[in-house]
């Protein structure tokens, strides 16, 4: 069943999350592009962007649009209910957006939620996760690598 889900809050604009269609992935592209160039995520661009958004393991993906045709954010469930691809429009941040699509997440996949991230101290994501609840609980090395073929460690997060 395909529930359109419109979030309306003061401290949020206007938001329509629904269920991501095969439409969407060119504009999910070219969101995925700006985020790269504004905050390095992905860590390496993949070389096919498209399939990248579709994981083996995904379950579902979920789009947040503010007006139709824009899409300000997205997000993915992949082996029941672990968070991956989840990426904010630059334009729309602090604007609950990221929060807003974690909500859904957390109601379609009753409840607790784990997520993995690469291990910056300074990263926005780190910042982001820990300022909303979500509970560091070890670090690992990444079976990929970075783009000059680093070793990369991962934070793991529950919520």
């Not at 991501?20 to 969101?31: A, F, G, I, K, S």
């Not at 985020?35 to 994981?55: F, Q």
Request: proline residues 6%; positive net charge; aromatic residues 6%.
């Amino acid at each position: 069943m395909v529930h359109d889900v419109r979030v309306s809050d003061l401290s949020v604009r206007p938001l329509t999350i629904r269920t991501r269609r095969e439409e969407d992935l060119d504009l999910c592209v070219e969101l995925l592009r700006e985020v790269r160039l504004a905050n390095g995520y992905p860590m390496k661009w993949p070389s096919d962007p498209r399939a990248w958004l579709e994981p083996p393991q995904l379950d579902q993906a979920w789009v947040a649009q503010s007006s139709p045709g824009v899409i300000d954010g997205h997000v993915a469930v992949q082996n029941g209910r672990e968070i991956t691809r989840l990426f904010v429009s630059p334009a729309a941040r602090r604007s609950r957006v990221a929060s807003a699509l974690i909500d859904h997440v957390s109601v379609r996949a009753g409840g607790r939620l784990i997520l993995t991230v690469v291990d910056k101290a300074d990263s926005a994501a780190v910042v982001f996760y820990e300022a909303t609840g979500w509970r560091y609980t070890h670090t690992t090395t990444a079976d990929w690598t970075g783009p000059r073929g680093e070793p990369v460690r991962l934070r793991h997060y529950v919520r």
